[in-house]
């Protein structure tokens, strides 16, 4: 029996076989073959822990050769404080989706963060107004950097972000490297209804279980992409902001069981028809995205399988070209 092997990358492979750039292009040709029925069903499984959670998280693409992946990813938010661990670790298993073979097994940590800030610059560039100036990034870790890094590469004329997170060590730190990395002026939230209130892009990126982005802190013509929630538990936003506003899920159903979506609906204030449509669907053309400067407009991304196949295939081929990784002979 003669298969092609799996290729074994780690994070230092990844890192280095992917760019932001890359990336961005990657999730936004993956929404768009969602829309157009050229990708393979994805889906999520969530799974609690005594100290945190893991999420397996499977679709595939068909593109020239079709993939499937699947991604088992942990989420454990002390681990950094008390083992100097990730706090989201996890590896993604890549197959020939017209085989069924597996091809590569590679570190999910890069991947992970970069997709989730690439499908946030794919939103802003359908959703945000492209004049806008002014940002606040709630939550200043891994995934706060990158989250600023990816508005920067379709919204050019930000200039000013404020930066809110509950350790204050960890805002210390974000304002001063952002500020030195991308030459904007990054700064503390005095508080997050003042800094809110004169943005024009809110991002969310915590593992709150209890919202704290109120309907009152928003002002018109603002673009918020809420990325923490994809566990049930999870919750950044006041469910009444999702009323009467237009917002974009990622995948319907999976905002359904885990986004800002699923507590909106289960306070009985909105229906899975009242949600304006999917991100695949403005990109594929079918439906506008903003239509005027002054609606409010809400990505709600609970981050789906089809941004980590996109991203992992990129990886994979190139890593292919470049001889890069260990190949392993499974039935050897």
């Known amino acids: 029996m003669k298969t092609p092997g799996i290729l074994i990358l780690t994070r230092r492979d990844v890192s280095e076989l992917l760019s932001l750039k890359e990336a961005i292009v990657a999730v936004e040709e993956a929404f768009r073959m969602h829309a157009e029925n050229q990708a393979l069903t994805p889906d999520l499984l969530h799974v609690d822990s005594q100290d945190g959670e893991f ?7 068909k593109q020239e050769k079709t993939y499937f992946g699947l991604k088992a990813n942990a989420g454990f938010f002390q681990n950094m404080q008390r083992y100097g661990l990730p706090n989201i670790q996890g590896v993604i298993l890549l197959f020939d989706g017209d085989k069924g ?11 992970t963060i970069l997709r989730t800030g690439a499908a946030t610059a794919v939103a ?39 930066a809110f997170d509950v350790d204050q060590h960890q805002v210390d730190l974000y304002t001063s490297k952002m500020s030195s990395e991308l030459g904007i002026a990054v700064t503390q939230a005095e508080t997050l209804e003042n800094s809110a209130s004169r943005s024009d892009v809110i991002v969310t990126c915590t593992p709150s279980q209890k919202h704290f982005l109120e309907k009152a802190h928003v002002r018109p013509g603002t673009f918020i992409a809420a990325i923490g929630a994809d566990s049930p538990d999870k919750q950044e936003l006041e469910p009444d902001l999702l009323v009467g506003n237009k917002v974009v899920v990622d995948i319907l159903d999976q905002c359904a069981r885990v986004g800002e979506l699923h507590h909106a609906l289960d306070a009985g204030l909105v229906t899975q028809q009242d949600v304006y449509g999917e991100l695949g669907d403005i990109i594929g053309g079918n439906i506008p995205g903003r239509t005027s400067g002054g609606e409010i407009t809400i990505f709600d991304a609970t981050g789906t399988a089809l941004q980590d196949v996109a991203a992992a295939v990129v990886v994979y081929e190139k890593a292919l070209n470049q001889k890069v990784g260990t190949l392993v002979d499974l039935y050897a």
């Not at 073979?101 to 991947?111: C, E, G, N, Q, R």
């Open 55 to 61: 999420h397996i998280k499977v679709g595939g693409l």
């Open 101 to 111: 073979s597996p091809l590569a097994l590679m570190d999910s940590i890069d991947i």
């Open 124 to 162: 802003a560039k359908y959703l945000a107004r492209l004049d806008s100036r002014t940002a606040t990034i709630c939550g200043c870790g891994k995934q706060g950097q990158i989250q600023l890094r990816s508005l920067q590469q379709v919204l050019p004329n930000l200039e000013r972000v404020f």
